[in-house]
């Protein structure tokens, strides 16, 4: 008989994850062959040299013979508890440790979340640029992204009138990533007040994805969303993955704060969903307590002479003097969102710039139309390696650059 090839799921025709897609997997071929490459698709610390605090590392060697088990489907009681006390010290008076779920990374409470939302035709609010598993899960789960802009007019802010317009009978959530990846924007607190305002008004779950909420350059600090969410349903998730530095212990929080008698159903629609899962990773979970309660590390790098401050600022007077950039400096986070633009941005595709970049620079970047953005004129980087090589990588960049101004 003959032997036809496996059928996958029709609706991952329409999910896209270009960060890990196709160009990445022409700079692993690439470097099969021997070439050295600067990749820049990902924003994964330990990739360039960066190390998780000694103490969480100390923790999880602690806790590792009492990993064996499978732990409580929420996480373990004192990660849970430190969680939720790092919110209350913030101000989010009502998080609790009984509504902190853990889960292998946010990742995984991003799809878990949205899962026990929506049904088939249910509408989530999404920024656009975004981070692409948001849109990627929500089409996943049966529901349907509606994009907000946040333009770089507007320094990447978007605004609540415009989002307030897209809402419909179908819309259940309103989706924040602050500060945002890939756009570096930090939102003021007025506009995380206007858009809880949305939220109220017309009966929305908030989820905020906070998971860049310690890496911020500017003086204005990071403005967690449930202390002025209140009453309002609030998702917020974070994470080791960046602050941290420890993406692959694989391990995000989810808090949900909000009038009791309106969370309590989702509360038990994700408590199920993760009993149906078992537990997240538990050796991870043994750094949560240390993390939250630990010494600071993060700030000191966000400061001048600080690592990612310096690379920062390399990417920002690189942009300011290449002539074909425009860049909204980033507040936040750990990535920079570039506009090409003057004469190499006539014709200017982002994908087939990253296809030469990498194939003549051997510079791996992700093209900006990758993070649901429908303009074809931004890429993005991270800005985890030092200084040099940033430097070099605008060297690069500007060659490719120059060329097609020329063209
Ligand atoms: N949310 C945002 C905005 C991210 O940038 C990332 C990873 O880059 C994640 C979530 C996923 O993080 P985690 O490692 O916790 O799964």
Known sequence: ??????????????????????????????????????????????????????????????GLPASEAYGHQQGL??????????????????????????????????????????????????????YPLWTAATILNDGFPVHYPCRSENAFLPDPEEIEALVT?????????????PTGASYPRELLEALVGIARRHGLLLMADEIYDGIV?????????????????CLSLGGLSKVHRA?????????LTGDAARIGDYHHAIDLLGALRLCANVPGQFAVQAALQGADSISALCRPGGRLYDSRQAVVDACAASGHLDL?????????????????????????????????ERVLVV?????????????????????????????RIGRVLARRAES
């Open 367 to 395: 093209p900006g139309s990758s993070f649901n953005l429908a303009r074809r004129d931004h890429f993005r980087i991270t800005l985890l390696p030092d200084s040099e090589t940033m430097a070099e990588v605008f060297q």
């Open 328 to 360: 909204v400096a980033p507040a936040a986070a750990m990535y920079a969102f570039p506009r090409v633009v003057g004469d190499a941005a006539t014709g200017f595709d982002d994908h087939l710039f990253a296809v030469e970049l990498l194939e003549t």
């Open 1 to 62: 008989m003959p032997q036809r090839p496996l059928a996958t799921r029709l609706r991952l025709n329409d999910v896209r994850y270009e960060i890990r897609g196709e160009l990445a997997r022409r700079a692993r071929e690439l470097e099969a062959r021997g070439e050295t490459l600067i990749k820049l698709n990902i924003g994964n610390p330990g990739a360039f040299g960066f190390q998780a605090p000694a103490h969480l590392r100390e923790a999880v060697s602690r």
């Open 247 to 255: 993406c692959g212990w694989r391990v995000g929080w989810a808090v």
């Open 77 to 130: 009681p004192e990660a849970r508890e430190a969680v939720a006390a790092v919110h209350r010290a913030r101000g989010a008076s009502q998080a609790h440790a009984d509504r902190v779920f853990l889960g292998n990374g946010v990742s995984e409470l991003i799809d878990l979340s949205l899962r026990a939302l929506l049904n088939p035709g249910d509408e989530v609010l999404l920024p656009s640029p975004d």
């Open 169 to 181: 009978p179908r819309t259940r959530a309103l989706v924040l990533i602050n500060p945002n990846n």
């Open 217 to 233: 350059y500017a003086d204005a600090p990071f403005q967690p969303l449930a202390p002025l969410a209140g009453d309002v349903p």
